[in-house]
Protein backbone atom coordinates (compact mmCIF):
# COMPACT_ATOMS: atom_id res chain seq x y z
CA UNK A 1 0.00 0.00 0.00
CA UNK A 2 3.02 2.40 0.44
CA UNK A 3 3.72 1.84 -3.60
CA UNK A 4 7.27 0.96 -3.22
CA UNK A 5 8.12 4.10 -0.58
CA UNK A 6 9.44 3.36 2.29
CA UNK A 7 6.76 5.22 4.12
CA UNK A 8 3.65 7.14 3.20
CA UNK A 9 4.61 10.46 3.94
CA UNK A 10 7.16 10.15 1.11
CA UNK A 11 4.79 8.23 -1.10
CA UNK A 12 2.63 11.43 -0.35
CA UNK A 13 5.15 13.91 -0.80
CA UNK A 14 5.79 12.31 -4.58
CA UNK A 15 1.54 12.44 -4.77
CA UNK A 16 1.34 16.16 -5.05
CA UNK A 17 1.55 16.60 -8.53
CA UNK A 18 -1.11 14.35 -9.12
CA UNK A 19 -2.99 15.93 -6.41
CA UNK A 20 -2.07 19.64 -8.09
CA UNK A 21 -3.73 18.12 -11.38
CA UNK A 22 -6.53 16.27 -9.62
CA UNK A 23 -7.47 19.84 -8.01
CA UNK A 24 -7.21 21.82 -10.92
CA UNK A 25 -9.21 19.19 -12.93
CA UNK A 26 -12.45 20.39 -14.88
CA UNK A 27 -12.22 23.59 -12.45
CA UNK A 28 -10.32 25.12 -15.35
CA UNK A 29 -12.17 25.86 -18.79
CA UNK A 30 -10.78 23.99 -21.57
CA UNK A 31 -9.14 27.49 -23.65
CA UNK A 32 -7.72 27.82 -19.82
CA UNK A 33 -9.34 31.09 -19.44
CA UNK A 34 -11.64 30.43 -16.80
CA UNK A 35 -12.04 29.19 -13.47
CA UNK A 36 -15.13 26.34 -12.95
CA UNK A 37 -16.46 26.40 -9.54
CA UNK A 38 -20.13 24.86 -10.27
CA UNK A 39 -19.69 23.85 -6.44
CA UNK A 40 -19.89 27.03 -5.00
CA UNK A 41 -23.36 27.60 -5.11
CA UNK A 42 -22.94 31.78 -4.32
CA UNK A 43 -24.56 33.97 -6.76
CA UNK A 44 -22.09 36.28 -8.34
CA UNK A 45 -24.69 39.38 -6.05
CA UNK A 46 -23.80 37.21 -2.95
CA UNK A 47 -20.32 37.39 -3.76
CA UNK A 48 -20.20 40.89 -4.22
CA UNK A 49 -21.77 41.67 -0.94
CA UNK A 50 -18.99 39.79 0.85
CA UNK A 51 -17.59 42.63 2.98
CA UNK A 52 -14.59 40.49 4.88
CA UNK A 53 -13.63 37.07 4.88
CA UNK A 54 -12.09 35.05 7.84
CA UNK A 55 -9.86 31.69 7.13
CA UNK A 56 -10.26 29.30 10.09
CA UNK A 57 -8.39 25.81 10.45
CA UNK A 58 -6.15 24.60 12.84
CA UNK A 59 -1.91 23.28 12.17
CA UNK A 60 -1.27 22.89 8.69
CA UNK A 61 -4.70 23.82 7.23
CA UNK A 62 -3.79 27.00 9.09
CA UNK A 63 -0.66 27.56 7.35
CA UNK A 64 -2.72 27.26 4.21
CA UNK A 65 -5.09 29.87 5.10
CA UNK A 66 -1.94 32.19 5.33
CA UNK A 67 -1.49 32.00 1.96
CA UNK A 68 -5.00 31.78 0.90
CA UNK A 69 -5.36 35.34 2.51
CA UNK A 70 -2.56 36.85 0.36
CA UNK A 71 -4.06 35.24 -2.65
CA UNK A 72 -7.87 36.14 -2.25
CA UNK A 73 -6.52 39.75 -0.68
CA UNK A 74 -4.16 40.64 -4.11
CA UNK A 75 -6.90 39.07 -6.77
CA UNK A 76 -9.74 39.64 -5.10
CA UNK A 77 -9.48 42.68 -2.82
CA UNK A 78 -11.54 40.90 -0.06
CA UNK A 79 -10.30 41.93 3.33
CA UNK A 80 -9.18 38.28 4.92
CA UNK A 81 -8.78 37.20 8.64
CA UNK A 82 -7.18 33.95 9.12
CA UNK A 83 -7.32 32.55 12.48
CA UNK A 84 -6.72 29.01 14.63
CA UNK A 85 -10.09 27.11 15.41
CA UNK A 86 -9.80 27.25 19.01
CA UNK A 87 -8.73 31.21 19.60
CA UNK A 88 -11.41 31.83 16.88
CA UNK A 89 -14.45 30.17 18.55
CA UNK A 90 -13.98 31.42 21.94
CA UNK A 91 -13.32 34.96 21.67
CA UNK A 92 -16.87 36.50 20.37
CA UNK A 93 -15.48 37.35 16.43
CA UNK A 94 -17.56 39.55 14.88
CA UNK A 95 -19.20 38.08 12.29
CA UNK A 96 -22.36 39.77 10.32
CA UNK A 97 -24.26 38.13 7.38
CA UNK A 98 -21.73 39.90 5.09
CA UNK A 99 -18.87 37.88 6.29
CA UNK A 100 -17.75 34.43 4.72
CA UNK A 101 -16.26 32.40 6.81
CA UNK A 102 -14.25 29.55 5.18
CA UNK A 103 -12.57 26.68 7.03
CA UNK A 104 -10.23 24.20 5.62
CA UNK A 105 -9.36 20.80 6.95
CA UNK A 106 -8.38 17.71 5.30
CA UNK A 107 -10.09 15.01 7.33
CA UNK A 108 -13.17 17.50 7.96
CA UNK A 109 -13.65 16.42 11.58
CA UNK A 110 -11.19 18.42 13.85
CA UNK A 111 -13.23 19.24 16.62
CA UNK A 112 -12.28 23.06 16.90
CA UNK A 113 -12.93 23.59 13.48
CA UNK A 114 -15.77 22.29 13.15
CA UNK A 115 -16.96 23.81 16.47
CA UNK A 116 -15.51 27.13 14.63
CA UNK A 117 -18.07 26.24 11.26
CA UNK A 118 -21.24 25.69 13.78
CA UNK A 119 -20.27 29.22 15.71
CA UNK A 120 -20.24 30.93 12.05
CA UNK A 121 -23.33 30.00 10.96
CA UNK A 122 -25.11 30.52 14.45
CA UNK A 123 -24.04 34.27 13.88
CA UNK A 124 -25.53 34.13 10.11
CA UNK A 125 -22.59 33.75 7.67
CA UNK A 126 -22.41 31.44 4.71
CA UNK A 127 -19.70 28.58 5.29
CA UNK A 128 -17.19 27.34 2.52
CA UNK A 129 -15.39 24.51 3.45
CA UNK A 130 -12.25 23.17 1.75
CA UNK A 131 -11.63 19.60 2.79
CA UNK A 132 -9.97 16.52 1.54
CA UNK A 133 -12.89 14.16 2.61
CA UNK A 134 -16.00 14.11 0.82
CA UNK A 135 -19.18 13.69 3.23
CA UNK A 136 -16.84 14.61 6.90
CA UNK A 137 -18.76 16.55 9.06
CA UNK A 138 -17.21 19.99 7.48
CA UNK A 139 -18.35 18.74 4.47
CA UNK A 140 -22.09 18.38 5.92
CA UNK A 141 -22.29 21.33 8.03
CA UNK A 142 -20.86 24.28 5.49
CA UNK A 143 -22.55 25.59 2.68
CA UNK A 144 -20.12 25.12 0.33
CA UNK A 145 -17.86 22.47 -0.56
CA UNK A 146 -14.84 22.68 -2.35
CA UNK A 147 -13.06 19.34 -2.52
CA UNK A 148 -8.83 18.58 -2.64
CA UNK A 149 -8.52 15.70 -4.69
CA UNK A 150 -5.60 14.72 -2.74
CA UNK A 151 -6.80 11.27 -2.09
CA UNK A 152 -6.16 9.72 1.29
CA UNK A 153 -3.66 11.25 3.44
CA UNK A 154 -2.49 8.67 6.18
CA UNK A 155 0.64 9.78 7.36
CA UNK A 156 0.13 12.07 10.22
CA UNK A 157 2.34 14.89 8.77
CA UNK A 158 0.36 16.97 6.23
CA UNK A 159 2.06 17.37 2.86
CA UNK A 160 0.08 16.38 0.08
CA UNK A 161 -3.40 17.87 1.64
CA UNK A 162 -1.64 21.05 2.22
CA UNK A 163 -0.51 21.89 -1.31
CA UNK A 164 -3.81 20.94 -2.63
CA UNK A 165 -5.50 23.15 -0.61
CA UNK A 166 -3.22 25.73 -1.60
CA UNK A 167 -4.74 25.10 -4.90
CA UNK A 168 -7.85 24.96 -3.80
CA UNK A 169 -7.50 29.20 -2.61
CA UNK A 170 -5.62 29.70 -6.15
CA UNK A 171 -8.87 28.71 -7.90
CA UNK A 172 -10.93 30.46 -5.28
CA UNK A 173 -9.27 33.56 -5.42
CA UNK A 174 -9.81 33.65 -9.46
CA UNK A 175 -12.97 32.92 -8.76
CA UNK A 176 -13.60 35.92 -6.78
CA UNK A 177 -11.37 38.18 -8.80
CA UNK A 178 -13.63 36.87 -12.02
CA UNK A 179 -16.73 36.98 -10.80
CA UNK A 180 -15.93 40.59 -9.09
CA UNK A 181 -13.88 41.64 -12.62
CA UNK A 182 -11.11 42.51 -10.23
CA UNK A 183 -8.71 41.36 -12.60
CA UNK A 184 -8.09 42.11 -16.09
CA UNK A 185 -8.72 38.70 -18.13
CA UNK A 186 -5.29 38.16 -18.93
CA UNK A 187 -3.99 38.03 -15.46
CA UNK A 188 -6.80 35.70 -14.98
CA UNK A 189 -5.14 33.64 -18.24
CA UNK A 190 -1.82 34.15 -17.38
CA UNK A 191 -2.13 32.91 -13.74
CA UNK A 192 -4.42 29.92 -15.03
CA UNK A 193 -1.15 29.12 -17.20
CA UNK A 194 1.30 29.19 -14.47
CA UNK A 195 -1.13 27.15 -12.26
CA UNK A 196 -1.10 24.71 -14.89
CA UNK A 197 2.60 24.59 -14.89
CA UNK A 198 2.84 23.72 -10.98
CA UNK A 199 2.51 19.98 -11.10
CA UNK A 200 5.72 19.18 -13.39
CA UNK A 201 7.59 22.08 -12.00
CA UNK A 202 6.82 20.00 -8.54
CA UNK A 203 8.21 16.92 -10.50
CA UNK A 204 11.49 18.81 -11.14
CA UNK A 205 11.83 19.40 -7.19
CA UNK A 206 11.55 16.04 -6.24
CA UNK A 207 13.92 15.29 -8.96
CA UNK A 208 16.67 17.04 -6.62
CA UNK A 209 15.87 15.36 -3.72
CA UNK A 210 19.17 14.17 -2.82
CA UNK A 211 20.65 17.26 -2.59
CA UNK A 212 18.30 18.28 0.43
CA UNK A 213 19.02 14.69 2.09
CA UNK A 214 22.15 15.78 2.79
CA UNK A 215 21.47 19.20 4.35
CA UNK A 216 19.08 17.35 6.26
CA UNK A 217 21.57 14.90 7.81
CA UNK A 218 23.58 18.34 8.76
CA UNK A 219 20.24 19.66 10.83
CA UNK A 220 19.45 16.31 12.00
CA UNK A 221 22.25 16.79 14.54
CA UNK A 222 21.04 20.38 15.78
CA UNK A 223 18.50 20.64 18.50
CA UNK A 224 17.20 24.34 17.56
CA UNK A 225 16.88 26.28 14.13
CA UNK A 226 15.42 29.13 12.41
CA UNK A 227 13.11 29.42 9.31
CA UNK A 228 13.30 32.72 7.98
CA UNK A 229 11.04 34.64 5.12
CA UNK A 230 9.09 37.68 4.40
CA UNK A 231 5.94 37.94 2.78
CA UNK A 232 4.36 34.62 1.45
CA UNK A 233 7.73 33.22 2.51
CA UNK A 234 7.18 33.58 5.92
CA UNK A 235 3.96 31.81 5.45
CA UNK A 236 5.53 28.84 3.83
CA UNK A 237 8.14 29.22 6.84
CA UNK A 238 5.58 28.69 9.04
CA UNK A 239 4.53 25.50 7.83
CA UNK A 240 8.04 24.58 7.10
CA UNK A 241 8.63 24.64 11.10
CA UNK A 242 5.48 22.89 12.14
CA UNK A 243 6.85 19.90 9.71
CA UNK A 244 10.21 19.51 10.95
CA UNK A 245 8.93 19.71 14.50
CA UNK A 246 6.17 17.36 13.86
CA UNK A 247 8.27 14.12 12.80
CA UNK A 248 11.76 15.57 13.37
CA UNK A 249 11.41 16.77 17.02
CA UNK A 250 13.87 19.26 16.46
CA UNK A 251 13.47 22.92 18.27
CA UNK A 252 12.68 25.14 15.41
CA UNK A 253 11.17 28.99 15.15
CA UNK A 254 9.47 30.67 12.06
CA UNK A 255 10.45 34.15 11.70
CA UNK A 256 9.39 37.55 9.52
CA UNK A 257 13.02 37.94 8.35
CA UNK A 258 12.14 41.42 9.77
CA UNK A 259 11.61 40.73 13.08
CA UNK A 260 14.68 38.98 14.06
CA UNK A 261 16.63 42.18 15.15
CA UNK A 262 13.84 42.72 17.71
CA UNK A 263 14.74 40.14 19.39
CA UNK A 264 15.34 36.66 18.51
CA UNK A 265 18.58 37.79 16.92
CA UNK A 266 20.00 37.38 20.39
CA UNK A 267 19.44 33.65 19.91
CA UNK A 268 21.80 33.19 16.65
CA UNK A 269 25.66 31.60 17.49
CA UNK A 270 28.15 29.88 15.61
CA UNK A 271 27.04 27.31 13.72
CA UNK A 272 23.00 27.54 14.12
CA UNK A 273 20.87 26.63 10.51
CA UNK A 274 18.57 28.97 9.15
CA UNK A 275 16.69 28.54 6.59
CA UNK A 276 15.79 31.17 4.66
CA UNK A 277 13.41 31.78 2.10
CA UNK A 278 13.46 34.14 -0.58
CA UNK A 279 11.44 33.68 -3.93
CA UNK A 280 9.40 37.11 -3.57
CA UNK A 281 11.11 39.06 -6.04
CA UNK A 282 9.46 42.41 -4.68
CA UNK A 283 11.23 41.80 -1.16
CA UNK A 284 14.35 39.62 -2.41
CA UNK A 285 16.53 42.50 -1.17
CA UNK A 286 15.37 43.13 1.89
CA UNK A 287 15.18 39.25 2.91
CA UNK A 288 18.88 39.02 1.59
CA UNK A 289 20.40 41.55 4.26
CA UNK A 290 18.48 39.62 6.56
CA UNK A 291 20.45 36.86 5.50
CA UNK A 292 23.51 38.38 5.88
CA UNK A 293 22.37 39.99 9.60
CA UNK A 294 22.09 36.29 10.43
CA UNK A 295 25.30 35.16 8.58
CA UNK A 296 27.38 37.58 10.30
CA UNK A 297 26.40 35.79 13.85
CA UNK A 298 27.51 32.50 12.29
CA UNK A 299 24.70 30.87 10.95
CA UNK A 300 24.98 28.18 8.59
CA UNK A 301 22.11 29.59 6.08
CA UNK A 302 20.05 26.84 3.74
CA UNK A 303 18.36 29.28 0.74
CA UNK A 304 15.34 28.42 -1.23
CA UNK A 305 14.96 30.71 -4.20
CA UNK A 306 14.40 31.39 -7.19
CA UNK A 307 16.16 30.03 -10.45
CA UNK A 308 19.20 32.57 -12.17
CA UNK A 309 18.89 34.95 -8.71
CA UNK A 310 22.40 35.66 -8.29
CA UNK A 311 22.11 37.89 -5.00
CA UNK A 312 20.81 35.23 -2.83
CA UNK A 313 22.97 32.52 -4.36
CA UNK A 314 26.07 34.95 -2.96
CA UNK A 315 24.26 35.64 0.57
CA UNK A 316 23.46 31.63 1.64
CA UNK A 317 26.23 28.64 2.72
CA UNK A 318 23.86 25.85 0.72
CA UNK A 319 20.97 26.92 -1.83
CA UNK A 320 18.25 24.92 -3.00
CA UNK A 321 15.99 26.69 -6.50
CA UNK A 322 13.26 26.22 -7.30
CA UNK A 323 11.66 26.74 -10.75
CA UNK A 324 10.39 30.49 -11.66
CA UNK A 325 6.40 30.95 -11.31
CA UNK A 326 4.21 33.24 -10.53
CA UNK A 327 5.53 35.54 -6.86
CA UNK A 328 2.10 34.22 -5.70
CA UNK A 329 2.63 30.91 -6.53
CA UNK A 330 5.67 30.27 -5.23
CA UNK A 331 4.33 28.38 -1.85
CA UNK A 332 3.29 25.61 -3.88
CA UNK A 333 6.78 25.36 -4.68
CA UNK A 334 8.81 26.05 -1.87
CA UNK A 335 6.64 24.20 0.87
CA UNK A 336 8.58 20.98 -1.22
CA UNK A 337 11.91 20.64 -0.16
CA UNK A 338 10.61 21.72 3.33
CA UNK A 339 8.42 18.79 3.17
CA UNK A 340 11.48 16.32 2.32
CA UNK A 341 14.22 18.33 4.86
CA UNK A 342 11.44 17.52 7.55
CA UNK A 343 11.12 13.78 6.14
CA UNK A 344 14.73 12.82 5.62
CA UNK A 345 15.87 15.01 8.91
CA UNK A 346 13.23 12.67 10.95
CA UNK A 347 14.60 9.73 9.03
CA UNK A 348 18.33 10.71 10.20
CA UNK A 349 17.43 10.76 13.72
CA UNK A 350 15.45 7.79 13.55
CA UNK A 351 11.72 8.75 14.15
CA UNK A 352 8.55 7.45 13.54
CA UNK A 353 8.41 9.58 10.27
CA UNK A 354 4.50 8.64 9.85
CA UNK A 355 3.37 8.38 13.39
CA UNK A 356 5.22 11.06 15.29
CA UNK A 357 5.05 10.72 19.21
CA UNK A 358 2.34 12.17 21.01
CA UNK A 359 -0.19 13.09 17.62
CA UNK A 360 -3.15 11.53 15.84
CA UNK A 361 -3.87 12.26 12.41
CA UNK A 362 -7.13 13.54 12.89
CA UNK A 363 -7.64 15.44 16.04
CA UNK A 364 -10.93 15.12 17.54
CA UNK A 365 -10.83 16.29 21.09
CA UNK A 366 -11.10 20.21 21.69
O1 LIG B 1 -7.69 17.43 9.34
P1 LIG B 1 -7.31 18.85 9.57
O2 LIG B 1 -6.79 19.53 8.35
O3 LIG B 1 -8.41 19.67 10.18
O4 LIG B 1 -6.12 18.80 10.61
C1 LIG B 1 -5.59 19.96 11.17
C2 LIG B 1 -4.30 19.70 11.89
O5 LIG B 1 -4.50 18.82 12.96
C3 LIG B 1 -3.22 19.11 10.97
O6 LIG B 1 -3.00 19.90 9.84
C4 LIG B 1 -1.88 18.95 11.70
O7 LIG B 1 -1.36 20.21 12.02
C5 LIG B 1 -0.91 18.12 10.85
N1 LIG B 1 -0.55 16.91 11.52
C6 LIG B 1 0.35 18.87 10.49
O8 LIG B 1 1.17 18.12 9.64
Known sequence: EKAGYDHFMLKE???????????MGARIDDAGKRIVLDEVKMTAQQIQDIHQIHIVACGTAYHAGLVGKSVIESLARIPVEV??????????PIITPNTLVIVVSQSGETADT??????????GARVLAITNVVGSSVSREADDVIVT?????????????????????YLLGLYFAQTLGMQEAEVIE?????????????????ADAEKIKVYAEQISKHDNLFFIGRGLDYAVAQEGSLKLKE???IHSEAYAAGELKHGTLALIEEGIPVIA?????????????????VAARGAYVMGVGSEGNEEIAKAVDELFTIPRTLPLLTPALSVV?????SYYASLARGNDVDKPRNLAKSVTVE
Open 190 to 206: ETIQALRQLPEQVESIL
Open 149 to 169: WAGPEIAVASTKAYTSQLIAF
Open 13 to 23: IYEQPKAYRDT
Open 277 to 293: LATQEELLEKTVSNIKE
Open 337 to 341: PLQLL
Open 114 to 123: LAALKEAKRC
Open 247 to 249: ISY
Open 83 to 92: EVASEYRYRN
